[in-house]
């Protein structure tokens, strides 16, 4: 067990080094010193407080699409959708907001924001979780399906209902400062969205191996049909599972509606549903391994950036890194399931030898 | 009408390339979850050779290369080293997302305005393109469209009238079988795998090179999943898969011809939607599936 | 001396937890009906699994004609004429009969209705009465088999393995097989016939290789031995016989009853037709069958997890027909599937966690609306000692466990769930002897507490040695209720295949309707 566990550090560990190595290695093409570049990465995002608070704040969200992928994948189902579920969060966090303006003051205000999009994405994902219990759908394909459709419901309502004032952009006006989410440290943008996510991460694990629905849950996702003859009514899974998920997602929203750019901003952040499950792949779908999974693309995507702005490294190697660390990733997967096999084998080799 | 039914058959042709290539492998027992990122490559080989070369052709032969190399690297982990299809897709198509723009920056550096290059043109066919309304709407296509009218019968024979054909069906439905008839599993499905690729591929690049004649990340948009889906909704049949490419087409036919015509009966995120809802509302109402047994499981034998 | 046409030499093979082989040798003449016994897992699959190249072994050779071989993948066993059918055959169940036995051994265009005449026209060669076209889903297991028979004589095979072939057998069907192989072999051409059924041994058999713990421990000439000297070679050891059976007292409420229940089945598989039972406190009440006809259908119709065409289940005296699945366990029904692993456990999950499958729901587990982990360990640790469950701990993953441990913690979890009726399908399917006898003294066990019993098997010894009353199910009609005494192996035979034997057995229906 010890050595299993091991191989599981050592594994992921030399996965995610692969992962940099291979990108930085694709600098060489843009006639970039990778080395350089590197350095520049690993020195910038440690240069000041802000900017090593700013890994906080892009870790957040992905935290939490993490997790709307990693709740399901426990039951055995695929949340593909978790960037639709983050994009009705946000719209109805703006709508919200928007409609509020001053009518509250800020903690209530701010509590009705998070319960409506967490309500909103939530009814979207049960959505698929229902026509999964109700009539056995593919729910990979329906959830996949529902980011497009999310997407053009988002679109219609920037440029309609809430488009801002001048109608030249489409987007919403700011928010509120009252409902902004307080800023944690003074003089950075790390906002209360980052203790949110990892209370929710902390919420997940217990529930998935602490209480009876998170057993059951479990229970369904490696076998359904025990389940199923243990009076486990696997459709009420489903639609749970699927709806925490959306409603995680949907929390994800409001962090960056309200926690980072104050105002709905059209087609934002189109990429936090895929590396949720890059996050959940390379945490195993832990979800205390996903706050530092999360964290560590954080890191990437905020050292990815300053990389661009001050070498012209285009912002395109932050993909291409997550996109290397998760195929890494899958590789250690394997090569540790060949470990633990060739370890077994040994050891009865020995006692046969005797 | 006729200019929109017309479209229609075109917006079908990558699709069905995508979901033909779904269903050979599939029916081996093997998603390919890579799809969107085999049609992103794609799209980006054929850009890249036909805008190099000066010759669409030599675009589609760079295409079929770039999507054999992705589904390459997704046939390795998924079928030899026996990992998770749908996630080992994920990965390889948000690093096929980051690999566009990357080579797009490798090839052309920063250019201010979209390059371009002239897309494959309609070839009428002598006499039949003369025919009233079936000539423009049958024969005055490109010639990626009309090759789908030998695709869906040639794969249908392959499917159901070969030793290969059989050999394919067995492995997805019980790969031990095919095993103890002494044929390997794992390379019959790897061959699927590459083929679907090189299809894939050239789907994609029916989007940079057929149709607009230029290249932009954001350009499949999700079409690569419909391709899947059609495989699903199409039961794993090259003529149940005919039909839902026709279907899928004319929708987006009928997007492009709603965003144009300007009619704002209708919002127009409804028009853009509309092949993602029908997809949806297919899944839901489909009811019995021929699912290939063993889709998605590796071939493990104990060790 | 001539060398015998195939040879194994000291073959040792290595999986990751077991070793399944170790220096096994013996070697299979011409002509000759070779029999591999030996209990579950004692390696007889796996040694022909590597001679039919599916598995490599880790040393050791194979020699045909004198000469050695390597044997990579069945493509090079099939080459050199050998042929295997699988226990759970190899075929593909969409799939026509024809189209299944071709695979692998067509190539380009294939003429359909060309290969269905040459499959016919072999089929009724060894008098096979086989629709080429026919889907193998539809098949009956007999008639499967029979598919996978004439897959090795399409390949023209000279040395056919078969693996457990009778298990899917009724005694008669099995008697027209055991022909079958003897007439195969006069023509000149081998036969391995793996199987743990000693009877079948004698009557197959020219020579007879007794494996037990992956080793060799016997090779001997039918003629020469007997039937006690294979049990010893092959258990190792003497087993203790099973308790004296108790009668069950005239006053012992009728608890289980069963009235006219019957089950359409949608998929191809079998339903229910008209099923009438009843079951008294303290009574095993057997059904025998060959697998397939109706008994998970009807294990399942009682949990709850099959809705019925018509008919009524009642348990003490109470309709179970508006009751959910979960509110017939809390009436106190436990079930043992025939799958323990499919439908019994969850195989990546803890002992402890298996423990409380069926009882996540109450509230004795929780504390705080928490999981009473520490209670539910305890529990767990518990069962491990009463049933001696080799386990490393509460902890352990169930997938780490033998199949005979498995099997334990399942009966363990449904002795308590069953407070009231157990049904027990297959108990000991897989299971070496001492497991076996565990899990029988368990059954007999509760038995004498006063729990109904429901015990289906395939294994006709099981069901004489534990049943008060059997009744033979085929096509899901019950054929006849009878006490044990009434039957005869022969007997039970014919019902099993569904012959009507009433004129024999007057009193059947009256039995049935009491």
Redo the contacts between chains.
Sequence with gaps: MNANLRDLFLSTFFAVVLGIVASASLLLFLGKNPIAAYTLLATSIIRDSYTIADIFVKATPLILTGLAFALPFKASLFNIGAQGQFYIGALAASAVSLALGERLPGLPGILLVIVAAMVAGGLWGAFIGWVKAKFNSNEFLISMMSTYVALAVMNYFLRTALMEAKHEYPQTDTFAPRLWLPTIFEGTRLHAGFILAVLFALFTWVLLYRTDLGYRIRVVGHNPTAARLSGIEASRIYISTFFLAGALAALAGVTETNGVQHMLVQGFNPTLGAEGIGIAILANANPIGIIFAAILFGALKVGGNVMGQMSGIPASIIEIMEGFVMIFVILSYFVRNFLATRRAKRVLQKSLAV | MINLLSRALLMSTPLLFGAIAEVFAERAGVMITAIEGIFLLGALGGFVGAYLSGNLYLGLLLAIFTGMAVAAVYGWITVYLKQHQIVTGTAISILAAGLSSYFMRVFFGTPILPLTVEPLKAIPLPLLSQIPVLGPIFFTQNILTYAIYGIVPLSWFILYRTSLGLTIRSAGENPEAVDVAGIKVDRIRFAMVLLAGAMGGIAGAFYSIGFLGMFTTNIIGGRGWIAFAICFLGNWNPLGVLVGTLVFGLAEALAIYMQSSGTMLLPNELFIALPYILTIVLTISRKSFNVPAKLGIPYRKEN | MDSPYLELRDV?K??????AN?HVSFSIQSGEVVALLGENGAGKSTIMKIL????HADSGEILINGVARKIA??????ALGIA?I?QHF??????SVT??I?????????N?AAYQKQVRELATEYGFDIDPAALVRDLPVGVQQKVEILKALFQKARLLIMDEPTAVLTPQEAVKLMAFVRRFATAGHSVVFITHKLKEVMAVADRIIVMRNGEVHGDLLRASTDEKELSTLMIGRELPPLPKELAIPASAKEMLRLDGVSIRDAHGGCGLEEVSFAIREGEIFGIAGVSGNGQQELC?AI?G?RPLASGSISLDGRDLARL???D??GLGIG?V?ADRQ????????SLA?NM???S??DAK??QW???D?PRIAQYANSKIQAYSIKAPGPDAVVKELSGGNQQKLVVAREVDNGTRLLIFDQPTRGLDLGAIDYVHKAILAERAKGKGVLCISTELSEIFALSDRIAVLYKGVIQGIFKKTELTTEKIGLLMAGYAIDAEIPNMTKESAK
């Design positions: 040792t290595l999986f990751a937890k077991v070793v170790r039919y190249g599916l598995y993948s069945p493509k090079d066993a099939m295997m699988q190899s075929l593909v169940p969409a799939h189209e299944n071709i695979l692998g051994n067509a190539s380009g265009r294939i359909l399942e949990c997890f959910g699945i979960r017939r366990i079930y599937p499919k439908d019994g456990l969850v195989m990546e999950l966690e409380i499958l069926k996540s729901y587990w929780k609306r928490l999981l982990r």
